[in-house]
């Protein structure tokens, strides 16, 4: 019998959130079937025809009941995750975030917890390397008044 291998392309956004110089972190839960008790920043998958801005903060709200503003696309990342027999090619776009308040009600169903720290706690052991990047990434970019400068940024509700 041979196997066919199945292969799907996957555009997700994440939610690099900031508020008062500090960072937010969620830890997946433990029923989570990718990267289950990891900690990572509010992410999810853009819906067909969803404006990727428009997608980050419906992901960090339905995760965090947070509502954020996104100022600027930091950055992004590649990389492969498997659902089912499916081989997925993922593409992450990360969105500097700012929220006006930090009282965290997370979705109990994907994250058992939820932390605040400093911008400047790179070496966190909370912070895996791809999550390191992404929060140096944002701390570089409102470190260069980027992101609070913004002309118009997007906020979606």
């Known amino acids: 019998m041979t196997k066919i291998k199945h292969e799907e392309a996957t555009i997700l956004v994440g939610a690099a959130t900031v508020h008062d110089g500090h960072f937010l972190l969620l830890k997946r839960s433990a029923s989570e079937s990718f990267l289950p008790n990891v900690w990572g920043i509010p992410a999810g998958k853009v819906e067909w025809r969803e404006d990727p801005r428009k997608a980050?903060?419906?992901?960090?709200?339905?995760?965090t009941g947070l509502r954020g503003t996104v100022?600027?696309?930091?950055?992004?990342?590649?990389?492969?995750?498997h659902?089912?027999?499916a081989e997925l090619?993922?593409?992450?776009?990360?969105?500097?975030?700012?929220?006006g308040d930090h009282e965290v009600k997370l979705d109990k169903?994907?994250?058992s917890e939820a932390r605040w720290i400093?911008?400047?706690?790179?070496?966190?052991?909370?912070?895996?390397?791809?999550?390191?990047?992404i929060?140096?990434?944002a701390r570089d970019h409102l470190e260069r008044g980027k992101g609070l400068t913004t002309a118009s940024p997007w906020t979606f509700h």
């Not at 980050?56 to 995760?63: A, P, Q, S």
């Not at 090619?89 to 929220?99: A, E, G, H, P, Y």
């Open 56 to 63: 980050c903060v419906r992901e960090l709200l339905e995760e």
């Open 135 to 137: 929060m140096i990434q």
């Open 83 to 85: 659902r089912g027999k």
């Open 71 to 81: 100022t600027e696309l930091i950055g992004y990342t590649t990389f492969v995750s």
């Open 89 to 99: 090619s993922n593409l992450q776009l990360n969105f500097l975030v700012t929220v």
């Open 118 to 133: 400093s911008l400047d706690d790179v070496d966190s052991d909370l912070l895996d390397p791809f999550t390191r990047k």
């Open 109 to 111: 169903g994907s994250h």
